[in-house]
């Protein structure tokens, strides 16, 4: 990690950097799932049954979810053997090219079934640029923190989650404004080819970065190792599986109250602009706090914001899905603001930091990466699909929902819970050859 002494104007201009290229990165990979219940299920997925192609939709959303960590590793080793930097860069360009030839392709109307297998061919390679973003944004932010403040840096590249679904469903709900024969035809391209401008945007700022101090130092020291891989997988072994673990309640109910909340809600009787208005609004009270959790860590531990979080998730997760089944607009703004605003921010904002320093710094890369990405494969990637066969294996009631959103808080808790405090440890310990269990 970053040792005393770095100028703040450097660590100022990683901040930025993280936050912009998160967000793009997120923009682009959110956008899918935004358009996924809104227009795949008919352009690219057309059946006479509109439960199978909102199935069929969900699915070419979650199917991405289980390369990521294939994209994870090829990127974590090589960031955690050359360095943060430009993995990063590559890993930004993959998903601006794959998230513009979306919007460029034609429909199952035109060329028929070569529609969906060249539209889940994009997605995949889209899961792959992101499976080595997140790991190494949070270490190039972690790694350039002071020590009392690696939970307010390492909230950063967090807040790009919200912010690329902000921008991502903010644009979709500009297009949505057109007539409905217009948006299918072409206003849903617009936001995917306006990634073009974005990635350009990020890779400008992206370039003017150095390494950080931290991976120099290991580098120097001659602490790079031949297969991080391994190494972690033999000495970290632990710490993955608490990752794994945690990653529960980060990820699954996230995609329920994002992904799956917009084909739930307009299914139960919502519109569609009102649908995306409620994320839009969610997601920028989660923006706000983010870094505000961030600080809280620094303060009383990334161990009690965690479980506080996880706690209140599971608790609230039956009043969530009954408020909702209400019907009523001021209910789902308040519930969404609630659990994906407050709730789900003191997981989100410092899952990475958490992570970061259960991990030595030389695979701290891998050793994050294969958890994180691993987690959002089996948890994040398949809740909309489970959440969806629920509905229509218990005839549309909310309760199988509020168990599932429950049961993966829960378990999230269980494993934390067995983790000691990762910044208090993590100060006294920061060479240590094991991770802080």
């Not at 790079?224 to 000495?235: G, H, N, T």
């Not at 945690?246 to 009787?269: D, M």
């Not at 923006?287 to 303060?299: A, E, F, N, Q, V």
């Amino acid at each position: 990690m970053k040792r005393e002494g770095q100028p703040v104007v450097k660590s100022k201009k990683v901040l930025f950097a993280t936050l912009i290229g998160s967000t793009i990165e997120f923009y682009d990979f959110f956008l899918y799932g935004t358009v996924a219940s809104l227009v795949f299920n008919k352009l690219f997925f057309p059946s006479d049954n509109p439960f199978v192609s909102l199935l069929l939709a969900y699915a070419s959303f979650g199917v991405t979810f289980f390369v990521r960590p294939l994209g994870g590793l090829i990127f974590s080793h090589t960031g955690d053997k050359f360095g943060r930097k430009n993995t990063l860069v590559i890993s930004l360009v993959l998903m601006g090219i794959s998230t513009v030839c979306i919007g460029l392709l034609p429909t199952y109307s035109s060329i028929g079934v070569l529609a969906p297998i060249l539209l889940v061919t994009l997605r995949l390679i889209q899961g792959v640029a992101l499976g080595g973003e997140w790991g190494g944004a949070v270490l190039l932010a972690v790694e350039s923190a002071p020590k009392e403040k690696r939970g307010f840096f390492g909230s950063f590249p967090a807040m790009g989650i919200p912010l690329g679904m902000l921008l991502g469903t903010f644009s979709i709900s500009l297009m949505s404004l057109l007539p409905e024969e217009q948006f299918l035809s072409w206003g849903w391209r617009i936001p995917f080819l306006l990634s073009a401008l974005l990635v350009g945007v990020g890779l400008w700022i992206r370039m003017g970065l150095g390494e950080t101090d931290a991976f120099n130092e290991e580098k120097e020291k001659g602490n790079v190792v031949k297969v991080p891989l391994f190494v972690v997988l033999r000495d970290h072994w632990k710490a993955v599986l608490i990752s794994l673990g945690a990653k529960c309640v980060e990820v699954g109910p996230f995609y329920l109250f994002t992904t799956f909340f917009i084909g739930y809600a307009t299914n139960i009787g919502f519109t569609r602009t009102t649908t995306l208005n409620v994320i839009t609004i969610a997601t920028l009270v989660t923006t706000i706090c983010i870094p505000l959790m961030g600080i809280l860590s620094d303060k009383i531990g990334r161990k009690r914001v965690f479980l506080l979080g996880a706690f209140a998730l599971a608790v609230f997760s039956f009043p969530y899905f009954y408020l909702l089944s209400l019907q009523s607009v001021f209910w789902v703004y308040a519930v969404s603001i609630i659990a994906l605003g407050i709730f789900w921010s003191s997981i989100a904002s410092i899952i990475g930091t958490m992570f970061s320093e259960m991990f030595q710094t030389n695979v701290g890369y891998t050793g994050i990466t294969l958890g994180y990405q691993t987690g959002s494969a089996l948890f994040g990637g398949t809740a909309p699909i489970v959440a969806t066969f629920l509905l229509s294996a218990y005839h549309n009631s909310w309760v199988p929902l509020a168990v599932f959103t429950c049961a993966l808080s829960v378990a999230s808790f269980i494993s934390v819970s067995l983790l000691r405090d990762t910044n208090k440890q993590s100060l006294r310990h920061q060479n240590e050859e094991t991770p802080n269990m």
